[in-house]
């Protein structure tokens, strides 16, 4: 092991410690440098074994500080490079690698202790011809000493090319405040290697990331090709995309071919591809498979609402006019359907031709619910809401179907109801009162089976909305509807809304407010 022992210099042995650290030797001839935290543990390890012996410091080893071990990193992933028990010829020959701490001054007091500096020595290649030094000075006294080859780095370096250029001969280079001394070492060990990309393999995204960024600042144009490469192949979890997109597009040189990656998360389209939205919106409505048409039902809405705050105003636009365009057709058929279910020979058609009629009213009411839904939740519903009041032939037709097949129509009512009362909308004065006048008593008269039919009805809510809707109007227009509403109420009690609450808002402004205000102004006059 002559060509292989520890660079120990003639320190004193009770001053020095050599501690070894675990290192990785791959077949390529590089080292890969442990973290600062498992620097930090193997001291902390060696220090308790040191006092479990009674505090003496240990002779000086000669022993290799290479061990052959996973490379140590904080990622999921690590180089997985097989043990064995010897070190073969040409290992020996281009390999080298020791830990070695400088000696300390003698403490100037007695509970003040020295700051010891981490050196690291790394050999690449073959070391018996390396002609070149470089020091990393990193965080926390780590200094790292590199013993590698002039033309190596500078055939893949045009930074180290730089530096060689400027003055000759030059025997080190010093990298002082470097930010990742591990990748760092292990990015020059890459120069050693005949196909960069093939070692890439078994890392992780987060490590070539940081892989990446000092190649680029190194000026290592075939690793930095090979990390892209790497990054366009390899799938992206989680936040990983966020930190692949901000680290490609940052790379200073547009010569590496960035748009392969880039590619994943951008097309060449520099408008919305509004028609594949409204091929989606399309297929979704006209689904007849229940489950799979509620379960992308479910998804789309969610995926609109995500994103409907980062939406530009165009594309915003965009797509309230592909929905809207698919409620006007919904419209359309729905009132077609009625229309041809309430005509009188329709009633003398046998079950299997009224059945697929009913099912098809059933179906296109939850389409437009399902679009209130969208609209609302987008705060862009008021077109709809004019849209939905001005269908009088529809709610006069609605109480002549039965109230299974009609009951759907009832809940678009009921969440336009909602979404003015949370003012989630806000159609005009004249929108809301000829929604009541229009769509209330229909939705009074389906309100029994809302409540004991519809699972997703919740009669709270939908109370709330339509007061709170009621009371949005002239005072002379609350009394009128409030006063229907009385009467209604105490026929059927709980198969009508309550709208209590409302009523007593309405009886305070009408009652008591009055006189309370005319005492108030008597009083100041």
């Known amino acids: 092991m002559a060509e292989l022992k520890a660079a120990t210099a003639t320190l004193d042995a009770r001053t020095t410690k050599i501690r070894n650290v675990p290192i990785a030797v791959t077949p390529e001839g590089f080292w890969c440098c442990p973290s600062q935290a498992v620097l930090q543990k193997t001291a902390k390890n060696q220090n308790q074994q040191a006092k479990t012996k009674g505090g003496a410091s240990p002779p000086a080893s000669k022993a290799s500080s290479i061990q052959r071990a996973p490379t140590i990193s904080s990622e999921r992933r690590t180089h997985s490079t097989p043990t064995r028990s010897k070190i073969n010829s040409e290992e020996q020959r281009c390999l080298s690698g020791s830990r070695e701490n400088a000696t300390t001054n003698p403490p100037k007091a007695v509970n003040e202790r020295p700051q010891k500096q981490h050196k690291i020595s ?72 005949s196909d960069v990309k093939q070692r890439l393999i078994k890392q992780t995204v987060p490590r070539v990331l940081r892989i990446l960024k000092v190649a680029e600042l190194l000026g290592f144009g075939a690793c930095v090709i090979s990390c892209l490469d790497y990054l366009e192949a390899v799938p992206w979890v989680g936040e990983e995309e966020e930190n692949v997109v901000s680290s490609v597009r940052n790379l200073q040189s547009e010569s590496y071919g960035v748009s392969p990656v880039l590619k994943r998360v951008a097309s060449d389209l520099t408008t919305p591809p509004n028609d594949t939205f409204s091929h989606i919106i399309e297929l979704v409505l006209r689904s007849n498979e229940d489950r799979g048409r509620r379960e992308m039902k479910s998804l789309v809405q969610k995926l609109l609402k995500e994103n409907s705050t980062t939406c530009t105003s165009g594309s915003s636009d965009l797509c309230a006019e592909t929905l809207y365009r698919s409620c006007q057709n919904c419209l359309e058929s729905l009132l077609t359907l009625f229309q041809q279910a309430t005509d009188i020979d329709f009633a003398e058609q046998p079950l299997n031709i009224k059945e697929p009629v009913f099912r098809q009213i059933a179906f296109e009411a939850d389409n437009l619910l399902w679009l ?27 109480s002549k179907l039965p109230v299974k097949s009609r009951h759907l129509v009832s809940c678009v009512t009921a969440r336009l109801f909602v979404a003015i009362g949370k003012g989630e909308m806000l159609p005009s004065k004249d929108t809301r009162r000829l929604l009541l006048d229009n769509w209330l008593q229909p939705l009074m008269d389906d309100y029994n089976w809302l409540q004991h039919g519809c699972r997703s009805f919740d009669r709270k809510v939908v109370e709330e909305g339509i007061g709170q ?40 402004r009408t009652f008591i407010r009055p006189y309370a205000e005319h005492r108030s102004q008597s009083g100041q006059s």
């Open 122 to 193: 790394v050999g690449f290649g073959q070391l018996d011809m390396s002609d070149l030094k470089v020091v990393l000075y990193g965080k926390d006294g780590v200094a790292v000493k590199m013993s590698v080859h002039k033309n190596i780095l500078a055939e893949n370096s045009t930074f180290f090319a730089d530096k060689l250029s400027r003055q000759s001969p030059v025997s080190s280079i010093e990298v002082t405040d470097c930010e990742d001394v591990e990748i760092y070492v292990e990015t020059v060990g890459l120069m050693y290697c």
């Open 372 to 398: 209130a839904e969208i609209l609302a939740d987008r705060n862009a519903a008021d077109e709809f809401a004019v849209m939905w009041a001005s269908q009088r032939d529809l709610a006069g037709l609605h």
């Open 469 to 508: 809707t009621i009371l949005t109007l002239p005072l002379e227009d609350q009394q009128t509807i409030l006063l229907s509403w009385l009467g209604s109420f105490l026929k059927v009690g709980d198969s009508c809304p309550n709208l209590q609450k409302a009523f007593e808002v309405w009886w305070r």
